[in-house]
Structure formats: structure tokens, C-alpha cells
């Protein structure tokens, strides 16, 4: 499953923003616990290096939590980054956010406990 998520990042990298970009996904190793969103949740760590060879750029280099968050019968995937963002200065409270939202959407459609 890590595997196949990782592929379809490094495949899509040619279409971000240069068709030259490469990816390189590995495991991030280490990565914080998350509190349980939905039903059931599914979390993989991904460490993504890119490489964009038309502006001789390593380019960045960022950790992302791809989150499978299911409610019911429906499952929302998000990718957070392991960032602050305004108003959660906290990269673990910025991920919380998103997860939270995305749960609250599916909720709000599908209903939950």
C-alpha cells in the first residue's frame, strides 16, 4: 500500500511544475502519532525529494502524511505537510487540522457516531 502511494507521487512529479521535475519517495521514518479521525484511519509517513533539472535545483524536500480517513462506507485520502501553517504554528496541530476537516466533511455527508 506504501508503495503504490509513493509510486503514483514519484510518477505525477513530471506534471509539478515542470515536466522535467523527478521524485524520489522513501519512508519518513519516525513519524509523530496522529489521534484516530473517522472510523478507521490509515497514515503513511512519506520523505519527498524532488528534482527539478531545468532550474538546476535539488528543489525541496518535503514530509507529507498521507492520510486514509474512513467514515462508513466513504474514505477521503489527504496529504497534509508536515508544516505550520497560518494560525497553527504547531506542524503536528497543522496536520490535526486537516485531518479533523476532512473527517468533519465526510460526517457532515455520510453522518458518523
Not at 524536500?61 to 474512513?70: D, F, S, T
Amino acid at each position: 500500500f506504501r508503495d503504490c502511494t509513493f509510486d503514483r507521487f514519484d510518477r505525477l512529479a513530471k506534471f509539478w511544475p515542470y515536466p522535467d521535475t523527478t521524485s524520489k519517495s522513501t519512508p519518513w521514518e519516525g513519524s509523530p502519532e496522529f489521534a484516530s479521525h473517522g472510523d478507521r484511519q490509515v497514515i503513511v509517513g512519506q520523505y519527498l525529494n524532488y528534482r527539478m533539472t531545468k532550474l538546476q535545483n535539488p528543489g525541496p524536500q518535503l514530509l507529507l502524511v498521507n492520510a486514509y480517513i474512513q467514515v462508513g462506507r466513504a474514505i477521503v485520502w489527504v496529504d497534509p505537510l508536515y508544516s505550520p501553517i497560518p494560525g497553527h504554528p504547531d506542524p503536528i496541530d497543522a496536520v490535526e487540522s486537516v485531518l479533523s476537516a476532512a473527517t468533519a466533511s465526510l460526517e457532515k455527508v455520510f453522518g458518523g457516531d
